[in-house]
């Protein structure tokens, strides 16, 4: 889940696990484990923070199953315990692409509750349009509404009906102006409030 707006918890744990992180990208990803290998491989790379979730504090990576063997392993499977988090700054292709905080499905709620409080209230159409716009192309084969068309081929939506939602939606901040799907939205999507 992308996080938009992080609340004063979320905010206090990225400045404990990276102090100079000034940039936007944020999620937060259930995992019982994680691979945790944080050698430099064509321009990417990851490093990794774990953090106790009650107190702040910070702590050494919790031990991989596999650290203890004689031969090398790219694959450091890590666990991830309840009440622990691990924050993952990932550099891809020497771009930044942010930070992951990795927490136990046990601890995912606990993060959520405040998002998951202000979830808009969507109509069938609304929905049907988040799930189009988030699984198909704009235009395809030709077909420059392509979204509008499957949706009307399929459950004879009308355009009228289409455009209303699409606009509902933007007011509601999960389309942007363009009417593509923006983290909101595909947040919600991604939680299957949309089916």
Known sequence: MYITSPDSFLLSLIQKSFPSYTGKKIQIKPAETINSNSMWDGGSRSDFVAVKLDTLERLPLPESKYMNLKEYSARQETPVPVGIAIIEHQIFRGKDFGLVIHVNPENMT????SSAENAPTLTNIE????RYTACLKSSYGGISNYRFY???RKHGVTLEEWELAKKS???KKLLNKAGAITLEGRNFYDSGKAN
């Open 110 to 113: 606990k993060l959520l509750e």
């Open 150 to 152: 499957q949706a009307n």
């Open 127 to 130: 929905k049907m349009v988040i």
């Open 169 to 171: 939606l933007y007011e």
